[in-house]
């Protein structure tokens, strides 16, 4: 079974851009988190998305939104980027069943802001 | 106070040894626990999960869960030198929580 896949792996961008990401997680999984990991903070939780609603939010600005499809793939936007923003941004997938919830997580996109 | 603890380490070992990361949570209502590797530069790999009180064991690693004192453990017993990771604890809530990772390191 293949596992999460990210899109793009490698992303540099100007202070002010905005930028989607995109996640497709593992065949049969509908949950998707997405989560921001930096050297000084570690993983943070962004947002959680189950058959196509947000179903929790971390504490992270408005510019960062997500969506998920019918399909379970998900994006995530960042708009107005900030240097702050530069980080590895992880997704993970689960069955989403909270009695097993296991998450499965992604290479990851690196997010360079200039 | 942080939902999830961990010590950062570094914790060291020599080849052959027992490895002990520890975990302690905040919310009492949290009903699953994992225990993620991450490698330098990579994502984080699932390597043990625990619902229930108790020892877990899968290989070489064996998890200990005790719900009353909100303490999570995994032990790594005949620890290698590919153990060398960061070694994040996740306890569920309304959400994933993860602790900040503690690192080690198997010196052969």
């Known amino acids: 079974k293949a596992g999460v896949t990210q899109t793009p792996r490698y992303l540099i961008k100007t202070r002010g851009q905005q930028v989607t990401l995109s996640c497709s997680p593992i065949?049969?999984?509908?949950?998707v988190s997405w989560y921001q990991q930096t050297p000084g903070q570690g993983l943070q939780f962004l947002f959680e998305y189950f058959s196509e609603t947000q179903r929790n939010k971390g504490n992270f600005p408005g510019r960062f939104s997500g969506r998920q499809f019918s399909n379970s793939r998900s994006e995530m936007n960042v708009s107005t980027l900030e240097l702050g923003d530069s980080a590895l941004y992880l997704c993970?997938?689960?069955?989403?069943?909270?009695?097993?919830?296991?998450?499965?997580f992604g290479p990851g996109t690196r997010l360079t802001v200039t | 106070q942080k939902e999830v603890e961990q010590n950062s380490g570094p914790l060291s070992v020599p080849e052959g040894a027992i490895a002990s990361l520890n975990c302690t949570y905040s919310?009492?209502?949290?009903?699953?626990f994992f225990w993620y590797r991450q490698y330098s530069g990579k994502s984080p790999e699932l390597i043990m999960s625990?619902?229930?009180?108790g020892d877990k064991e899968d290989g070489r690693f064996t998890a200990q869960l005790n719900k009353a004192s909100q303490y999570v453990s995994l032990l790594i017993r005949d620890s290698q030198p590919s153990d060398s990771a960061t070694y994040l604890c996740a306890v569920t809530g309304n959400q994933f929580y993860f602790g900040t990772g503690t690192s080690l390191t198997v010196i052969p």
């Open positions: 993970a997938s689960s069955l989403g069943d909270r009695d097993f919830y296991e998450q499965y």
């Open positions: 625990i619902y229930s009180n």
């Open positions: 919310d009492r209502g949290s009903q699953s």
């Open positions: 065949s049969g999984h509908r949950s």
